[in-house]
């Protein structure tokens, strides 16, 4: 067995030195008539080369994104990672590494912590960000939480243009804790008025933008609305590329912001793992739920990095923690942190324009074809269509020519029969104009 | 002119100090790095990207003008980030026996599999036509999962341990609802992670904590004493934290069970026993499983980690959406409440389906060992355990006496009474040795607790030195060698860190406003 040192001979001196006859005298506390007798009931160890067989079988049972046309989006998207981010990454200094609880000899970890949490808070236009969270959509439910231990009330108010999957996730955890909650439904003409729904028991506000179809909004008067009526605004970003072209929440009164960063340096992976940002105020920071890096000096005065504000976490505080969370996405996280020092501002602002570039073009070219509709006049790089028919119908078509064209919506919010003709499309960066010329063609003829 | 025949010297200069300070505070191969925002510039990017195509926006008048991001070119990216690396230990470098966190090796093929363009290129939301073998895995690991465990069902999508922990008491709290049965207080031992009691918390629960009886187990009479028709289950870890296996689990679940309550495992010492017993014989109603520790995806410095819970025939009803269903050789998901069929689901506790790549990684680990080097694997780490206990049994004190242990052995301070060395002093002196200290103060439960967990990757060398280094320690305290101890670690990195310091007056992130020098 390739992965484990111990000889038979290493065993029997070892059990010799311990002082026992065989290896069961160690299990002799698990009670007997439980303690397994025989192998479960699985295939024995294999070889490298036959696992990779097996799995390499799995895998080409599915579609990658680089290998056909791709406009699928809806809280992940497809971008490119230069190729130094994985290598990096793969080092076994940061891969093989603990949480860093012994800072003298974890500076590695601790340092890109430290500068993810300064790019987070820069991007999102806020004072301060946690060390990450593990995605988005929990870093949603924890936003709520935060929120609600910081006013002391407990409704939230969710626009219903938030990712459905999100609200899904706060609507549990308000279910699960049998506190009020009050979700708009889907919006995908933008007409709601989430102002309306403010009153004096409201906790916060989720507010997602980009919004789920794509449409851009101006948190300003929301946020005013809102702190009015002593609740918070939490913002939502689902595509952190946006950030490099649109006024970051914190511009606009925000007071939590959450957000998915699989964008920058981390990979599709069928969903998971990704990384959630948490930003929000400096006088909030307490309050703040997931592991936090602060600067200090080392006993001799030299600058270093610690976990700090350990006094809001489980491991101190038991059932009185912020959060029952103890990791955060650490290497995705660093992932995150060495693409955007590639990027830089320069890179992201341009990167943020090509993906708004190309999604006009993919928006224009599909709003050519006579029966197809464009729903939402502002957007970043994801807007939404209506399509005569279903829409899952038509996505299912396209994918059998080869164009993953999509989300229907109703596969985000099934049963609500006004969203069965819309399709979510998102343009990034990997389109290239003969992507977008297949799919014009496609569609055509799926339609037709 | 005469020919210099002794040419370079090659002998190293006795008498010589080896500590002399350097112009640039650097030594050798530790250099100083300053941070990404000291170094880098707003108008330098690493990524060449082409022109836009000519667009009008349409981002409704909110367009950015300026961020503050510094960027650099790849060969400064390249060497800011491997000079940090090289300020952390890794297992790949050392000894690394971190009770409770099982820092066991990475096998690099999962790495490999993870990146196959087949997983790691895939797209949660793409039609469910072009992700059959992202389904179909899923299902091979879920298979696998419920083999291991002897139980009824299981939910992938947790995030981690902890989100594990929610989704399991979770499903608890659902199934007493469902049955008008609904429930206020969660028993939790005093020796469990921290994590239980806020899972216990976040779901409203109150938490009523066991003692913990002389030998470090849990007593089937101390639960009986704290269950009521008020309780809703209790929070057991099993092999406990204090590395012992709860020998009477099947009494404490009987009597659970007894008073209309559910029996949550803590599964993050599962990697102890996989292949020797199954939570499912042991009268367990839901465990979660880092994948992280015994499925051995790596920690990556603190995630991502992986949760999957499973459940027995009375919870599995209520685990959450999103699930796969497998029909023949086709898969499908169910990702709404409503469109689960013969199931009450508690809802979502994420967006898409779990981590995906953690799954892919854990079930290279699983076929790669097959049933027998699960079991083998489960053997050697006790077995390594146990080594340690009794290289040290004479010299370091056990809080529960000498007693068999399972993949940890727990050691106590009082072996280092009237030394003037404490068990952080002691930890941060191993760092100078080379090895990444063992898990410290923790269990709460024992005083100054060193919970060492070797795992079964450590060959018998690596041991051997292992115990020789810490009798050598515990000699060096007990001769009074106090700065060895007070001063540790001598030659890492870093000295000792102000966590004070950092804790009164939180620096959270870099400041334009106050340049380095001044944090200095």
Sequence with gaps: MRYLPLTDDDRRTMLAGIGVQNIDDLFADIPDDVRLKELVDLPRHASELEVERQLGAMAARNTAASSVPFFVGCGAYKHHVPASVDHLIQRSEFLTAYTPYQPEISQGTLQYLFEFQTQVAMLTGMEVANASMYDGSTACGEAVLMAQRLTRRTNAVLSGSLHPQYRDVVVMLSDMSETPLKALSADPEGTEDIIASIDDDTACVVVQTPDVFGRVHDLSKIAAAAHEKGALLIAVVTEVISLGALKPPGEMGADIVVAEGQSIGVGLNFGGPYVGLLATRQKYLRQMPGRVCGETVDANGKRGFVLTLSTREQHIRREKATSNICTNSGLCSLAFTIHLSLLGEAGLMKLARINHANAIALADALTGINSVEILTPSFFNEFTIRVPGKGAAVIESLAEKGVLGGVPASRLVPGQKDLDDLIIVAATEVNTPQDREVYVKALTEVLS | ?520
């Design chain 2, 1 to 520: 002119m005469s020919m210099n025949k002794a040419g370079r010297p090659t002998s190293a200069q006795s008498g010589q100090k080896s500590d002399h300070p350097t112009f640039t505070g650097n030594k050798a191969l530790q250099i100083e790095e300053p941070l990404i925002f000291e170094v880098g510039e707003t108008g330098k990017t690493g990524v060449d990207l082409p022109e836009p195509e000519p667009h009008e926006t349409r981002l409704g008048g909110l367009e950015r003008q300026n961020i503050g991001l510094p960027g650099l070119t790849e060969p400064e990216v390249m060497r800011h980030y491997v000079r940090i690396s090289q300020k952390n230990f890794a297992i790949d470098a050392g000894v690394y026996p971190l009770g409770s966190c099982t820092m066991k090796h990475n096998g690099r093929l999962n790495e490999k599999m993870a990146r196959l363009p087949g997983f790691g290129d895939v797209h949660p939301l793409q039609p469910e036509s072009t992700v059959q073998g992202a389904l179909e895995l899923i299902d091979t690991l879920a298979a696998w999962l419920l083999e291991m465990t002897g139980m009824a069902g299981v939910a992938m999508s947790p995030k981690a341990g902890a989100h594990g922990e929610f989704c399991g008491m979770a499903a608890i709290k659902s199934a007493q609802i469902a049955k008008g049965d609904a429930r206020s207080v969660v028993l939790v031992p005093e020796s469990a992670h921290g994590t239980n009691p806020a899972t216990a918390a976040l779901l409203g629960y109150k938490v009523r904590d066991i003692p913990a009886r002389e030998d470090g187990t849990v007593s089937p009479e101390a639960v009986k004493e704290a269950l009521d028709s008020d309780v809703a289950g209790i929070m057991l870890t099993n092999p406990n934290t204090c590395g012992l296996f709860e020998r009477d689990i099947v009494a404490i679940a009987d009597a659970v069970h007894e008073a209309g309550a559910y029996f949550y495992c803590d599964g993050a010492n599962f990697n102890a026993i996989v292949g020797k017993a199954r939570p499912g014989d042991l009268g367990v109603d839901c465990m979660h499983i880092n994948l992280h520790k015994t499925f051995s995806t790596p920690h990556g410095g603190g995630g991502p980690g992986s949760g999957p819970v499973v459940f027995s025939e009375a919870i599995a009803p209520y685990a959450p959406v999103p699930y796969v269903v497998r029909n023949g050789d086709m898969f499908s998901l169910v990702e709404s409440v409503d469109a689960a069929e013969g199931a009450k689901p508690f809802g979502r506790q994420t967006a898409f389906h779990g981590q995906m790549g953690m799954f892919v990684r854990a079930l290279s680990y699983m076929m790669s060992h097959g049933s027998d080097g699960m079991r083998q694997a489960s053997e050697d780490a006790v077995l390594n355990a146990n080594y340690i206990r009794a290289g040290l049994r004479d010299v370091m004190s056990q809080p529960f006496g000498d007693q068999v242990c399972m993949h940890e052995v727990l050691f106590d301070d009082s072996f280092l009474k009237d030394t003037g060395v404490t068990t952080l002093d002691f930890a941060k002196a191993m760092i100078d040795e080379g090895f990444h200290p063992m898990t410290m103060y923790f269990p709460l439960v024992v005083h100054g607790a060193m919970l060492i967990e070797p795992t079964e990757s450590e060959s018998k060398a690596a041991l051997d030195q292992f115990i020789a280094t810490l009798r050598d320690l515990v000699q060096g305290a007990r001769d009074g060698d106090l700065v060895r101890f007070t001063g540790a670690p001598h030659h890492a990195p870093m000295a000792r860190l102000d966590e004070t310091r950092a804790a009164r007056e939180p620096v959270l992130r870099w400041n334009p406003e106050a340049p380095a020098e001044a944090a200095e």
